[in-house]
């Protein structure tokens, strides 16, 4: 089944003590991005890959890395997280990076973060 | 400034009758890509329609069509025969390669409530 994973779905954790959170799809997509939402602002891009050691910054970065050394995988490291990184944090990808019609973006199922 | 506004935080609607969100978005551009996600309660983030600003005739998908008016920069779902299992928050999206490569710029999305 096509589709992009997260883990884990749900983490509780404490101000400062590194954690990452995975994403893998199975699509062979080149274009993957990390979005957080929060209540009153929708979805917001944190970082973004075109390919394989390809990453850039998005709107909102800050306190975040990101790594792209497969295709397949793109995980979002929160060096030291904070309690404003509190959110519901999605990865999503898309086959090209062309931006066409045909290049929906898949969704993973959602990580809620949760920094006290 | 907001790229995307979803002027109605919550909306209700009656079982089997229709519902209208709005969505408004601000560019200079003539070309890109509008959208609207569903987000139940399990978080997903579902594409239910989407519209490509040079198509002049309005998306429909099954119950749910658009009403887009591109002088206006107005971007609305209708729902028709609304289902219990339209309960959700709505997103509305754009997407313009140009300007954001292959980001969707999303609203702050609109809780929609559905009365049995």
């Known amino acids: 089944e096509a589709q992009v994973t997260q883990n884990p779905r749900y983490l509780i954790t404490v101000t400062g003590k590194k954690l990452t959170v995975t994403c893998s799809q199975n699509m062979n997509h080149e274009y993957m991005s990390w979005y957080r939402q929060d209540p009153g602002l929708g979805l917001r891009q944190i970082y973004y890959?075109?390919?394989?050691?390809?990453?850039d910054k998005g709107d909102v970065p800050e306190g975040y890395k990101v790594s792209r050394k497969e295709k397949r995988n793109f995980p979002l490291i929160l060096e030291s997280p904070s309690p404003n990184q509190t959110s519901l944090y999605f990865c999503?990808?898309?086959?090209?990076?062309?931006?066409?019609?045909?290049?929906?973006?898949?969704f993973g199922p959602g990580t809620r973060l949760t920094v006290t | 400034a907001q790229t995307v506004t979803q002027s109605q935080p919550e909306m209700s609607v009656q079982e089997a009758e229709t519902v209208t969100l709005s969505c408004t978005y601000d560019?200079?551009?003539?070309?890109?890509?509008l959208f609207w996600y569903k987000q139940p309660p399990s978080r997903q983030m579902i594409l239910v329609i989407r519209q490509e600003a040079y198509k002049q005739q309005n998306a429909t998908e099954n119950r749910f069509s658009v009403n887009f008016q591109k002088a206006a920069k107005s971007f609305s779902l209708k729902i028709s025969d609304s289902q219990l299992g339209d309960a959700a928050m709505y997103f509305c999206a754009y997407r313009n390669y140009m300007e954001y490569g292959n980001k969707l710029v999303f609203g702050a999305g609109t809780i929609l409530r559905v009365k049995s």
């Open positions: 890959s075109m390919n394989v050691e390809a990453t």
């Open positions: 999503a990808s898309s086959l090209r990076t062309t931006g066409l019609a045909g290049d929906e973006q898949y």
């Open positions: 560019t200079s551009e003539s070309d890109y890509y």
